[in-house]
């Protein structure tokens, strides 16, 4: 079955610490994973998707097939980065799953 | 620029009534969706439509319903609503893509209280 963990309800970090949030994936066949990011009073909107392989916002993520994870990080938080932040995965055809989310807080 | 527009933001109903969400999208999309997002559950996918008049069952379809006549239109529906179906509800859209996949655009939600 697909699944997408978060373990994270909310992560809180000082401004210019870095930031590492964890997803987890269990899928049985190649999929695309995805970071969206919701800020407050905005719509969700895709981050980043690892088939780009590309920093948004200083953002990066690494897709690890052995280990089944597709981690978020930035080495510098940005109090602009508070938000909430989904991981989303995706096979062939299907629709999107997402996890439960993470809220970040950047505090100065 | 690129829009999925839910018709009303807020709603308040009664326990029992008929609910229409709507959900329109400008970009020619194929696919359309409905999410319900509660804190701590995340985002959890009520049913699909990959082209007009087809529908598919996503993870919690018990008590609602959906409607696709047109190819910009997506309808949500709760046959009778009920307290537990106080939520966000978000309308997402994306094109299909040669893997099937592509980029979800959101809505902005409708935020439903049923009393």
């Known amino acids: 079955a697909q699944r997408v963990t978060q373990p994270e309800k909310l992560l809180s970090v000082f401004k210019g610490a870095p930031v590492e949030l964890k997803c987890n994936y269990s899928y049985s066949g190649s999929p695309e994973l995805f970071w969206y990011v919701q800020y407050s009073r905005q719509r969700l909107q895709l981050l980043l998707r690892h088939i780009s392989r590309e920093s948004i916002k200083g953002f990066t993520a690494d897709l690890n097939k052995g280990e089944t994870s597709f981690h978020l990080k930035k080495p510098f938080a940005q109090e602009e980065d508070s938000a909430m932040y989904y991981c989303a995965l995706s096979g062939l055809g299907t629709a999107l799953i997402f996890g439960k989310g993470t809220t970040l807080s950047v505090s100065s | 620029d690129v829009k999925v527009t839910q018709s009303s933001r807020y709603l308040v109903k009664r326990t029992g009534e008929k609910v229409f969400l709507e959900c329109v999208q400008d970009?020619?999309?194929?696919?359309m969706f409905w999410y319900r997002q509660d804190p701590g559950l995340g985002l959890r996918l009520i049913y699909f439509?990959?082209?007009?008049?087809?529908?598919e069952k996503g993870d919690i379809p018990e008590g609602y319903s959906v409607s696709r006549e047109k190819k910009e239109r997506f309808s949500l529906i709760l046959e009778s609503a009920s307290t537990n179906q106080t939520s966000m509800y978000l309308c997402?859209?994306?094109?299909?893509?040669?893997?099937?996949?592509?980029?979800?655009?959101f809505g902005e939600g409708s935020r439903l209280t049923v009393l």
């Open positions: 970009m020619d999309h194929e696919n």
């Open positions: 997402a859209s994306r094109s299909q893509g040669a893997r099937g996949t592509g980029e979800l655009f």
């Open positions: 439509s990959y082209d007009v008049k087809m529908k």
